[in-house]
């Protein structure tokens, strides 16, 4: 879902600890790479 709003263009909130380190995981694998 997170991907998918990313992809949209979409910026959005993430809601709760569980969407929040996925977002900080995300954010660091587009760093890496």
Do not use: F, S, V, Y
């Not at 998918?4 to 954010?27: D, Q, V």
Request: charged residues 45%; negative net charge; hydrophobic residues 40%.
């Amino acid at each position: 879902r997170l991907m998918a709003a990313r992809l949209a263009g979409e910026e959005i909130e993430p809601r709760g600890p569980i969407e929040t380190e996925a977002a900080r995981r995300l954010a660091d694998d587009l760093k890496d790479e």
